[in-house]
Nanobody
Framework: QVQLVESGGGLVQAGASLTLSCVASGITFRNSPMAWFRQAPGNEREFVASIMTYQGLTEYTDSVKGRFTISRDMTKNTVWLRMNWLKPEDTANYYC????????????WGQGTQVTVSS
């Protein structure tokens, strides 16, 4: 059974930092790309960042480039999202995701962790 368990969300002021964690089980973590998505109330879920297995290549949505960093530890089956210089528009429920098949859509999801940034 696949499980993705996120933690690390919270309520912070604009300009602060948070680090989200996602521990994966039930997948071959070392072979799996991992990603973070977020969903704000009334909005569709949107891609935030991803990290591949090959050379740890990363990708970010434009609005978080230079502020967020995704990383992973193969020995701990964990992926992190370090978020610096948070803005109120970063407020959302953040989800960890993994594809069922490498190269496929992200179909495994965690339960989400809420990030709220006050102005």
């Amino acid at each position: 059974q696949v499980q993705l368990v996120e933690s690390g969300g919270g309520l912070v002021q604009a300009g602060a930092s948070l680090t989200l964690s996602c521990v994966a089980s039930g997948i071959t973590f070392r072979n799996s790309p991992m990603a973070w998505f977020r969903q704000a109330p009334g909005n569709e879920r949107e891609f935030v960042a991803s990290i591949m297995t090959y050379q740890g290549l990363t990708e970010y949505t434009d609005s978080v480039k230079g502020r967020f960093t995704i990383s992973r530890d193969m020995t701990k089956n964990t992926v992190w999202l370090r978020m610096n210089w948070l803005k109120p528009e970063d407020t959302a429920n953040y989800y960890c995701a993994a594809p069922k098949l490498v190269g496929g859509k992200y179909e495994y999801w965690g339960q989400g962790t809420q990030v709220t940034v006050s102005s």
